[in-house]
């Protein structure tokens, strides 16, 4: 085929299904799907991100599995995808780390095995819990508290509960006025639910915090503080942040807040590109997600040589002209 046919069928490749480019080039679609292969694997090697100081480790579930996200959380950008988020798996990607004693933070949900791959190999960062995972779990115990509730009510006294799911899940600040009279009618009528909301809103509370001592002193109030009758309702999160205690103060310590918040980027990221091509491995999916959005450069800080050579080779990137940090997630 001609240069200008293949070209055109390397980048048609990463925007549309195989089975559209051979449609539209009259090629096999397996001509088409080794294009792209050589393509995918050319651009692996040649796009050289930044390794980060705050380093995010995060899932994500696509293709009916589990996988490993790597995030650069100062610029917002995505890093890599991993097939799995076993701890062999991280371990290996951490070691082969450009410059990886830059890495000073990693956050991460509490996955052990992400832990301990840390500790293996960027034994002089500090890891720190994302704060949304835990906050989740508090909501999980009021939903168990609700959902027992309502076990026990007739169809009845059930209907006066409509809607609670909703309210109860926010915030006290941002219940409206109507929904606060809607929660005082639940509330009164059910102790035990007004009892878990406001112990809900307690854990939330403790990141209020401005230091660590403050926080502590919070977790240990909170802990001693929980409801009666409701310790079985609680006890995940209890013993979650018992195991992961240090890893959840450091929250406080860092220079920034650190969280894995914005990764649901890469989440609706993923959802659009797996919706663009059912059915295709995962090789496929993370050559999409990292090659086909923008990524963030900025100008080295260091002075470039100017005997440094402009050409490396044919059809190289000029990396000395510029930092590349990964898909940058402000534009999603």
Known sequence: MTLRLHEYVEKESFNHPYTFVAAQTGLDEKTVRDIFNARAEFLGRWHRFETPRILGIDELYLNKRYRCILTNIEERTLLDLLATRRQDVVTNYLMKLKDRQKVEIVSMDMWNPYRAA???VLSQARIVVDKFHVVRMAND????VRKGLRKELKPSQSRTLKGDRKILLKRAHEVSDRERLIMETWTGAFPQLL??????????????????LQAEAALDEWIATIPKGQKE???????AVGNWREETMTYFETDMPVTNAYTESINRLAKDKNREGRGYSFEVMRARMLYTTKHKKKAP????SPFYKKTIGYGLPDF??????GVDLSTI
Not at 233 to 239: E, P, T, Y
Not at 320 to 325: D, F, G
């Open 118 to 120: 840390v500790k293996a």
């Open 141 to 144: 115990a009021l939903e168990r």
């Open 195 to 212: 009892a878990a909301y406001e112990h809900k809103e307690r854990f939330y509370g403790i990141w209020d915090a401005t230091t660590r």
């Open 233 to 239: 309702v609680w006890s995940d999160l209890v013993r």
């Open 301 to 304: 800080t260091a002075k470039v």
């Open 320 to 325: 000395a002209e510029e930092l590349n940090y």
